[in-house]
T-cell receptor, first 113, second 113 residues
Framework: DSGVTQTPKHLITATGQRVTLRCSPR?????VYWYQQSLDQGLQFLIQ???????AKGNILERFSAQQFPDLHSELNLSSLELGDSALYFC????????????FGPGTRLTVL | KNQVEQSPQSLIILEGKNCTLQ??????????LRWYKQDTGRGPVSLTI?????NTKSNGRYTATLDADTKQSSLHITASQLSDSASYIC????????????FGPGTRLSVLP
């Protein structure tokens, strides 16, 4: 158990819909990262927040947005869902911004029908 | 273009044997290089993190090396166990502010009894 929690574990929805994925970091960690893992593209970095501020941005689509709240939990919002958005979405947390070990959560499996 | 390549794509070894996985990268500027172990359907687990000045880092039976001049890294697994069967992913963090994460495609290791 990494100490990072993600909800829900599974999510099934239809194209065009909007969903919210939630992540609670390990106690004391200030950074939260979001990753997408699909079968054909492997792991991809989406975005990082550090202490409530956006720190780094990867291949995150404009239809996707994220935020980190004052209690340090984070949410990833996915809208106008397409079939290709079906993937495992992982959240990770770390103590610092760049050099610290990242601890991954169990992931949310999103299926778009 | 920032890229991370890994070889071999897959590897089968017998329990108790050693093996070495390779990672070549073209990410610049370089911040750090990480090796992760990922079991199917689960979040990656960090094995090692190496910065520019580190040549070798060990974590139990896992030893990673880094040659920043040739932009190559290797992960050596000693006395393999059945539980080592997993995907091993090399990730390079770079950019002037550490804002880039570039993931390799992974090496799928199968350890047979």
């Amino acid at each position: 158990d990494s100490g990072v929690t993600q909800t829900p574990k599974h999510l099934i929805t239809a194209t065009g819909q909007r969903v919210t994925l939630r992540c609670s970091p390990r106690s004391g960690d200030l950074s939260v990262y979001w990753y997408q893992q699909s079968l054909d593209q492997g792991l991809q970095f989406l975005i990082q927040y550090y202490n409530g501020e956006e720190r780094a941005k990867g291949n995150i689509l404009e239809r996707f947005s994220a935020q980190q709240f004052p209690d340090l939990h984070s949410e990833l919002n996915l809208s106008s869902l397409e079939l290709g958005d079906s993937a495992l979405y992982f959240c990770a947390s770390s103590a610092g911004q760049v050099y610290n070990e990242q601890f991954f959560g169990p992931g949310t499996r999103l299926t778009v029908l | 273009k920032n890229q991370v390549e890994q070889s071999p794509q897959s590897l089968i070894i017998l329990e108790g044997k050693n093996c070495t996985l390779q990672c070549n990268y073209t990410v610049s500027p370089f911040s750090n290089l990480r090796w992760y172990k990922q079991d199917t359907g689960r979040g990656p687990v960090s094995l090692t993190i190496m910065t520019f000045s580190e040549n070798t880092k060990s974590n139990g039976r896992y030893t990673a090396t880094l040659d920043a001049d040739t932009k190559q890294s290797s992960l050596h697994i000693t006395a393999s166990q059945l539980s080592d069967s997993a995907s091993y992913i090399c990730v390079v963090r770079g950019g002037n502010y550490g804002q880039n994460f570039v993931f390799g495609p992974g090496t799928r290791l199968s350890v047979l009894p």
